[in-house]
């Protein structure tokens, strides 16, 4: 596997290995002793897997806060989603930045989103399937979430905002300006 630091090193790209033949592929998508090799260490508890129809559904920016924060694992099965990842560590040197990754079942990455960033994705094709792990199970009491369109935030999702798709909860999300549930850096 491949393991490679974003613009906020703490949000990493992995790319598992595929074999290929004439029949298909085979790729251990995760495999906890080889984390462990490459210096990460998690466990996850929770395996989540979604499928959004239409080209342009988004889905996020979501977290939980303590004591049921959650590290995630994020890959593509089928089509294709813009990633973003949203810094919310107060006292991070990138407090309120994010990064944003194209992630497909064409290349096979993944983007592993720590505890303390906010989290969300567009899809760039339609009938697309997202698996993602957890370190944590869900808890609607600690679910927090930030509006995607927050000009503060600066997100280009390459949609316009009337083409895109989301959820009642979602489009209620405040912007960060008035979230209070942050995180800590630890430097």
Do not use: C
């Amino acid at each position: 596997m491949e393991v490679v630091e974003t613009a906020i090193p703490e949000v990493k790209i992995i790319t598992p290995k595929k074999f290929g033949d004439h029949r298909g592929f085979f790729s251990e998508t995760y495999n906890r002793r080889d984390w462990i090799e490459a210096g990460i260490d998690l466990t996850f508890v929770q395996d989540n897997h979604s499928r959004s129809a239409e080209q342009g559904t988004l889905r996020g920016l979501h977290y939980q806060i303590a004591p049921m924060a959650q590290d995630k694992l994020v890959r593509v099965a089928r089509g294709a989603i813009l990633d973003v990842a949203v810094d919310l560590r107060r006292g991070s040197p990138t407090f309120g930045q994010h990064v944003s990754e194209v992630i497909s079942a064409e290349n096979w990455k993944q983007v592993l989103v720590p505890i303390g960033f906010a989290h969300g994705y567009v899809t760039l094709e339609p009938d697309t399937e997202v698996l993602y792990k957890t370190t944590d199970f869900y808890s609607v009491e600690h679910e927090r979430g930030i509006i995607w369109s927050d000009p503060d935030l600066g997100i280009d999702w390459g949609i316009e905002e009337g083409q895109v798709i989301l959820s009642e909860k979602d489009l209620a999300l405040p912007p960060l300006s008035q979230v209070t549930d942050f995180f800590e850096y630890l430097g």
